[in-house]
C-alpha cells in the first residue's frame, strides 16, 4: 500500500474516535472517572440549593439554623470534593495518563518496526515524529485532561446551573431557549474557525520542521552555493505567516469575549425585567434575596456555557488529533507474522544452504513497475555467487526477496525446500546473515553489538574477532560517559562520589559511539563480518559490501570470506567485479531477469554481457585512472611554480647575503661597486636601510634608499637587485 499523505486518508469520526479511545483506555478506567464527575456536580448542586434556599427563605426563626446546616454542609462537602480530586488526579495522571502513555508508545513504535519496508521508506521523519508526539502529548495527556476531566466537568455544571435556575425561576426557562441558540451559533462559529486556523497551524508546523531538516542536513552545501539567502526568505516568510495566524487567532477570541460580554448583559437584563413584571403584575413579588440569587445562578450558568465552548475548539483538536492517529493505526499496510506457530523450521535449518527461485516476481510498490520478473535459477549447497548487473537490473532486490522485506507477486523463493513464504519472518530472518553496504553498529560495547542476546561466550566472540583481523582495533582504549554515580568503593579519592563519570574500555569493552562514528567504514564492515562470522548461518549476503572500502580491507574480507565461510553459501552483489572473479559462478541481472549465469571462464570465453561489463569497467578504470593521472600533474604544477618562483628569488637573496658579508662595519665607503652599471651599496647590518648609488655614465650619481624591515639592510638589497635584476651582470 502506497504511504499517502494523511488528508488523502480516511479519517475516524469523533464518536468512533472516542468510543475507540475508551476501549484502549479501559471502560472502567473511565467510568471510574465518570462517577467522581457526577458526584461532585451533584455535591456542588446540593450546596447551592441550599444556598439559594437560605438567600431565599426570609423566616428569622430558622434563618440561624439554616445558616449553621448550610455552613456545616458546605464545609464537608468542599473538604470531600477537595480529597475526590485528589483520588481523581492521582488515578487519571498516574493510573490512566501513564498506562495509556506506555500502551500508545508500544502500539507506534510496534507499527513502525512491523510496517511495510517501501511504505516506511516513503514515509518522512517528521510523520514518524509527529506520531510519537501525539501519543505522548495529544493523546495520553490531552484527553484525559481536558476532554474526560475538565470539558466533562463544564458540562455536568451547566446541566446543574441549568436545573437551579429553572427550579428557582420557572419562567427563566424562556430565555434559556433563545440562550443555548446564541450560544450554539456562536460554538459553531468559533469551532469551526479555530478548528481551520489550527489545521493551517499544524501545516506551518511542519512547513517549518521540514526547513529545520533541510537547513540542519545541507548547511555546508546551501553556503556553497550561496544559496542561503532564499532559505532565510523562506524562514522569513513562514514566521510572518505564524504572526498572521496568532493575530487572526487572538481576534477570534477578542470575538468570543465580547459575544460573552453582550450574552451577560442580556441575562442581567432578562433577570431585572423579571423581577419588575412579578413586581408589579404577581401578587408576591421577588425579594432582594431572590433577585441576587437568581442573577448569580443565571451568570453561573452562562460562565459554564461559555467555559463549554470556549473547551470544546480545544476537544475538538484533541480528537481530531486522536482520529489522525487511529488513521495511522488502521491505514498502513504491516508485515506478516513474524512467527507461525504452525509452520516453524526445524532449530538446524537451513542445513544445506540451497536456494531455488522459480518464476519469482516482485514490485516495490503496486503503482510501480516490477523490478524482478519471472525470475528462476538455482544456488547449490556451498556454492559462491557472483551477482552483477547495470544499476537498476534488480540486484540488491534478490535481498529483499530472500529477508522478505518486500513480498513476492507471483513464484516462490525455496530454502532447503522450504517455501520462505510459509514461516514466519523472524524464522527467516534469523537464519540469514547479510553485510549491508553501509553496516549498522549500535551504541554500546562492541562485544553488544556482535552478540546482542550474550549467545556466545568471549572465548567464541575472540576467536571471530582475530579471524577477522580486528583484535588490533581493541587495544586503543576508548570511553563513555556513564551516569552510574561513583562510590566510596570504586577508589580511594571519592572528591567525585555522588558524580557520574568516564569509564574507558578496551577489549570486548571497547566503546562505540552511535552510529560507529569513532570507527571507519573499513573498520565498520569488518565488524560486521565478524558478527556474521560468530553467527555462522549458512547462507551469507554481501550487498556491495566491498564498494566503499580501501583494498586492504578488500583483501582481508575477502580472505575471511574463503577461509571460514568455505561451508556456507554466498551471495555477493558486487559493484567493483574484481572482488567476484573467484565466484564459483556468475549471476548477471538485467532489467529483473537472469540474462547469463555461468562460470566466469565459460562467461569471458564468449561474447557475453559480462564479457561487455568487464571491458566497459576497463575502459572506466582506464578514463579514471587517466583522469587521476590529469589532477595528479595538474596539482603537482600549482605546487611547483610557487616553489620555482620562491627558488628563483631565494637564490637572489642568497647571492645578495653573500655580497653584503663583505662588508662587516658601518662605513661611509661602498662595500660594492659595479662600474660597468654605476651601482654602488652603502649600509651596514646594523642599520635598517641600504643606501643605493646608481651613476650612469656621464651622469650625476642618484642615490636611492630601499627599506629594510624583512631580513635587515641585506632584504633590502635582494628586494632591489630582484627588482632591477641588475646585479647578475656584475
Known amino acids: 500500500m502506497y504511504a499517502k499523505p494523511l488528508e488523502y486518508r480516511k479519517i475516524a469520526s469523533t464518536w468512533s474516535a472516542i468510543r475507540l479511545f475508551a476501549a484502549f483506555s479501559g471502560y472502567g478506567t473511565v467510568a471510574i472517572v465518570m462517577a ?55 488515578i487519571r495522571e498516574t493510573v490512566w495518563t501513564a498506562t495509556l502513555m506506555a500502551k500508545m508508545r508500544k502500539q507506534v513504535l510496534d507499527l513502525i518496526l512491523s510496517m511495510h519496508l517501501p511504505i516506511l521508506e516513503s514515509l518522512p521523519s517528521s510523520a514518524m515524529h509527529n506520531l510519537f508526539h501525539q501519543s505522548r502529548w495529544a493523546l495520553a495527556d490531552n484527553i484525559p485532561r481536558f476532554v474526560c476531566h475538565t470539558m466533562l466537568h463544564h458540562v455536568l455544571s451547566a446541566v446543574s446551573a441549568t436545573a437551579q435556575v429553572v427550579k428557582s425561576s420557572p419562567g427563566l426557562i424562556l430565555l434559556c431557549g433563545p440562550l443555548v441558540a446564541l450560544v450554539y ?50 524562514a522569513d516568510r513562514l514566521n510572518f505567516m505564524g504572526l498572521n495566524y496568532g493575530l487572526c487567532i487572538s481576534a477570534i477570541k477578542g470575538f468570543l469575549y465580547l459575544a460573552t460580554a453582550l450574552c451577560t448583559e442580556l441575562i442581567k437584563t432578562a433577570v431585572l425585567a423579571l423581577s419588575l413584571w412579578q ?64 509452520s516453524r523450521p526445524l532449530p538446524a535449518w537451513p542445513e544445506t544452504g540451497k536456494i531455488e527461485f522459480h ?13 524482478i520478473n519471472d525470475l528462476s535459477f538455482v544456488v547449490r549447497s556451498k556454492e559462491k555467487i557472483g551477482v552483477v548487473g547495470r544499476t537498476g537490473a534488480g540486484k540488491s532486490s534478490l535481498t529483499y526477496a530472500l529477508m522478505r522485506l518486500v513480498e513476492a507477486d507471483s513464484g516462490s523463493v525455496t530454502i532447503d525446500g522450504t517455501d520462505i513464504s510459509t514461516i514466519g519472518l523472524h524464522d527467516l530472518r534469523s537464519r540469514i546473515s547479510i553485510i549491508p553496504q553501509d553496516p549498522s553498529l549500535f551504541v554500546g560495547t562492541i562485544r553488544d553489538n556482535l552478540d546482542p542476546t550474550h549467545e556466545y561466550t568471549d572465548d567464541d566472540v575472540w576467536a571471530a574477532i582475530n579471524a577477522c583481523q580486528i583484535a588490533d582495533l581493541l587495544d586503543k582504549p576508548t570511553g563513555k560517559y556513564t551516569e552510574k554515580p561513583v562510590t566510596a568503593d570504586d577508589d580511594d579519592d571519592n572528591d567525585d562520589e555522588g558524580k557520574g563519570r568516564w569509564v574507558e574500555g578496551t577489549g570486548l569493552d571497547k566503546w ?81 531477469k ?101 651613476t650612469p655614465k656621464n651622469k650625476k650619481p642618484k642615490v636611492t634608499t630601499v627599506s629594510a624591515v624583512d631580513g635587515g639592510a641585506a632584504g633590502g638589497v635582494a628586494r632591489y637587485v630582484a627588482g632591477k635584476r641588475r646585479i647578475a651582470n656584475c
Open 594 to 694: 537472469v540474462a547469463e549465469f555461468d562460470t566466469p571462464a565459460n562467461l569471458l570465453a564468449r561474447d557475453s554481457h559480462f564479457s561487455k561489463l568487464i571491458e566497459s569497467m576497463n575502459l572506466m578504470e582506464l578514463l579514471v585512472t587517466l583522469g587521476v593521472i590529469a589532477s595528479l600533474i595538474q596539482h603537482v604544477l600549482n605546487e611547483l611554480l610557487p616553489m620555482l618562483r620562491a627558488y628563483e628569488e631565494g637564490q637572489t637573496k642568497l647571492h645578495a647575503k653573500k655580497l653584503w658579508s663583505k662588508f662587516s662595519a658601518p662605513s661611509r665607503k661602498p662595500f660594492y661597486k659595479c662600474k660597468g652599471k654605476g651601482l654602488a651599496f652603502y649600509g651596514s647590518l646594523d642599520t635598517d636601510a641600504v643606501s643605493i648609488s646608481i
Open 185 to 234: 451559533a456562536i460554538e459553531r462559529w468559533h469551532g469551526d474557525t479555530t478548528t481551520k486556523f489550527n489545521r493551517l497551524f499544524r501545516e506551518l508546523d511542519r512547513s517549518q520542521q521540514h526547513l529545520k531538516h533541510i537547513l540542519a542536513r545541507n548547511r555546508e552545501l546551501l553556503r556553497v552555493h550561496g544559496v542561503t539567502g532564499i532559505y532565510l526568505d523562506k
Open 36 to 90: 467522581i464527575q457526577l458526584t461532585q456536580t451533584y455535591a456542588l448542586y446540593y450546596t447551592e440549593s441550599l444556598q439559594t434556599k437560605l438567600m431565599t427563605d426570609g423566616d428569622p426563626a430558622t434563618m440561624v439554623q439554616s445558616l449553621k446546616y448550610y455552613l456545616v454542609v458546605n464545609a464537608l462537602v468542599t473538604i470531600g470534593r477537595h480529597q475526590i480530586n485528589l483520588f481523581e488526579t492521582w
Open 359 to 371: 518464476r519469482y516476481s516482485m514490485r516495490y510498490r503496486s503503482d510501480l513497475d516490477p523490478t
Open 279 to 342: 413586581q408589579f403584575y404577581v401578587s408576591t413579588p421577588m425579594s432582594p434575596g431572590e433577585l441576587d440569587a437568581l442573577t448569580g445562578l443565571a451568570l453561573g450558568f452562562f460562565n459554564r456555557t461559555y467555559a463549554v465552548v470556549a473547551l470544546k475548539s480545544l476537544s475538538d483538536d484533541n480528537i481530531g488529533e486522536l482520529s489522525q492517529y487511529i488513521a495511522y493505526m488502521d491505514g498502513y499496510q504491516r508485515e506478516q507474522p513474524r512467527v507461525i506457530e504452525g
Open 512 to 592: 562505540i559511539e552511535y552510529g560507529g562514528s569513532n570507527f571507519s567504514v573499513g573498520q565498520r564492515q569488518l565488524v560486521s563480518l565478524c558478527r556474521a562470522l560468530l553467527w555462522r548461518r549458512k547462507i551469507l549476503v554481501l550487498d556491495e559490501a566491498t564498494a566503499n572500502i580501501d583494498s586492504e580491507t578488500d583483501r582481508i574480507m575477502q580472505s575471511v570470506i574463503r577461509q571460514e565461510f568455505k561451508d556456507c553459501t554466498v551471495l555477493t552483489i558486487a559493484h567493483r567485479l574484481n572482488t567476484i572473479m573467484d565466484s564459483d559462478r556468475i549471476l548477471v541481472m538485467d532489467e529483473g
